[in-house]
């Protein structure tokens, strides 16, 4: 068979622990085999962004916004444990914290629905996409502890010269702790944009939420400029069939719980970190929910939602055979890919990856899983495959489906 041709190369940011090894598993045994496909390859290993100061992260970045697609293995974030495994010179920060930074993107956070793997949540028959905000809030926050009594005061001081803005915070009898947190109109913006954008495109209601009842400046700010970039993009909207729906966020969780499904849920950066997690679990598995990071100019980064799989690692060191649903490392790549096909008008990529996927899915729903999906299937399995055997059931399954139909560019 001739291999497809992937004619811009992807970023490959390879990663660690158990989805290191998926990754490589899934080039070895999906991809290599069927692609001519060229990767700029970035090593984000633990080991190797501590080689390196962490620059290795840095230029990924600037190489996912130089091609416009990347793929990304999970990665671990450095606590105080693995500095001590790794001997790091430091606690090195988050690589998708950096990543969001640079890229001031959207995440959006998709399940994988299968017919066998009932979600927990009766109602939900469509998927639930989150899109977080990826920048600020409590996650670029000053915080300290205050030891003693005194006053906390709010200063701003404008770069024009005329007078600071002070408000006082809280007047402290006793030691307590103070939070400082921002964000800029224009992050907001993109953010809204980019929920926008995703709605049109895959003509779902978008759903916005927060606490503009508590916090009348800082939430209302955000509530206001959603509204604002919903007004410019009425007639697109209209056009889509997409309807906007404003509502605060807990009245939101109430009613995601008993929807059906089928919108998108725009986030802030907190809720988004915490729904998406709720969603994961709701909806079976953390191991079926795909991740992408969006930025303003349509740059995007792929990869699984879920973290590295360290217990199924050392396990993996102790020579055990391991279960490890590699589905969302697979979708990570079959998501770059599609894009890529897209924007190099490439179609034979595009049908690969949507082939690859449509593979993914038929082998679970014929009852091949890994053991995290054996206890949800409904019917129930009576056996599970390890971490490999389940990329071979794959495998077969998309050699079933091969040669794909030559398509038309
Ligand atoms: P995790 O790797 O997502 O794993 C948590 C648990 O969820 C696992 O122990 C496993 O449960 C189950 N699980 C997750 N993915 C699975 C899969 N593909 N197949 C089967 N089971 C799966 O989260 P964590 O253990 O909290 O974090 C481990 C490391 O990942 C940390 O160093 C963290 O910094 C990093 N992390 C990275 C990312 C990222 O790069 N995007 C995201 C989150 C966390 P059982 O053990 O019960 O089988
Ligand atoms: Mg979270």
């Not at 090894?21 to 080991?47: A, N, R, S, V």
């Not at 990924?60 to 790091?88: F, H, M, W």
């Not at 109109?185 to 508590?214: G, V």
Request: include cysteine.
């Amino acid at each position: 068979m001739t291999k497809i041709k992937v004619q811009t190369p992807l970023v490959e940011m390879d990663g660690d622990e158990m989805t290191r090894i998926i990754w490589q598993m899934i080039k070895d045994e999906l991809l290599t085999p069927y692609l001519d496909m060229q990767t700029i390859y970035f090593d984000l290993g633990l080991k190797h962004r501590d080689d390196t100061d962490d620059q290795v992260t840095f230029d990924a970045a600037k190489a996912a916004a130089e091609y416009g697609v990347a793929v990304k293995c999970a990665t671990i974030t450095p606590n105080q444990d693995r500095v001590v495994e790794y001997s790091l010179k430091k606690a090195w920060p988050s690589p998708n914290g950096t990543l969001r930074g640079i890229l001031d993107g959207t995440v959006f956070r998709a399940p994988i629905l299968l017919k066998n793997i009932k979600p927990m949540i009766r109602t939900w028959k469509k998927p639930i996409i989150i899109g977080r905000h990826a920048y600020g809030d409590v996650y670029k926050n000053q915080e300290f502890r205050v030891p003693v009594a005194g006053k906390a005061e709010l200063v701003f001081t404008p770069a024009d010269g005329s007078a600071p803005h002070r408000l006082l915070i809280h007047d402290f009898k006793g030691p307590g702790v103070i939070q400082g947190i921002h964000n800029t109109e224009k992050s907001i913006r993109s953010f809204a944009r980019a929920c926008i954008q995703y709605a049109i495109n895959r003509k779902m209601p978008l759903w916005f939420a927060a606490k503009d009842t508590i916090s009348k400046t800082y939430h209302a700010y955000f509530r206001d400029i959603y509204q604002e970039e919903i007004d410019a993009h009425r007639a697109e909207l209209d056009a889509a069939g997409v309807e906007y729906f404003y509502t605060l966020i807990d009245d939101a969780v109430a009613r995601v719980v008993r929807h059906e499904g089928g919108f998108l849920w725009a986030c802030m950066n907190y809720d988004g970190d915490v729904m998406s997690d709720m969603l994961a679990t709701g909806f079976g598995s953390l191991a079926l929910m795909t991740s992408v990071l969006v930025n303003p100019d349509g740059i995007m980064e792929f990869e699984a939602a879920h973290g590295t799989v360290q217990r199924h690692y050392y396990a993996h060191l102790r020579g055990e055979e391991t279960s490890t649903n590699s589905t969302a490392s697979i979708f990570a790549w079959t998501g770059g890919l599609a894009r890529r096909g897209e924007l190099d008008g490439t179609p034979d990529v595009v049908a690969f990856a949507r082939a690859l996927e449509t593979a993914v899915i038929e082998t679970i729903e014929g009852g091949q899983m890994t053991k995290d999906l054996t206890r949800l299937c409904d019917p129930p399995v009576e056996r599970y495959l390890t971490t490999h055997e389940f990329i071979m059931a794959v495998r077969q399954q998309l050699e079933s489906k091969l040669p794909l139909p030559k398509m038309e560019a």
